[in-house]
């Protein structure tokens, strides 16, 4: 889940820094059945207090819980379905 880009070929360092991934969100499409999920990079999950990592936590399943929701619609709308149809 962590992820670090490397500057494309040719690009000087200084224009395009290394990046890490420190928190995702997936949401994947298996026939009618979507599903979200999120992750967190590990060491940050470590270095967070308890009531850190809850609240993080609680925000986090909200923020996955509107983008599956979003994604089912989407795809409604553009499947001609009606919405509602698929889970999240």
């Known amino acids: ?12 360092p200084q224009e395009a820094p290394n990046t890490i991934q420190l ?4 949401v994947v499409r298996e ?7 999120w992750g967190i990079h590990p060491q940050l999950k470590r270095d967070l207090a308890p009531p850190e990592w809850e609240e993080l936590n609680d925000h986090m399943n909200r923020v996955v819980a509107l983008v599956g929701s979003k994604f ?5 709308k553009h499947e001609g379905n009606a919405p509602g ?3 999240a």
Do not use: K
């Open 1 to 12: 889940m962590a992820e670090r880009s490397s500057p494309p070929p040719g690009a000087h």
């Open 23 to 26: 928190i995702n969100v997936v």
């Open 31 to 37: 026939g009618e059945m979507v599903s979200s999920r």
């Open 72 to 76: 089912v619609q989407q795809l409604s």
């Open 85 to 87: 149809h698929g889970t």
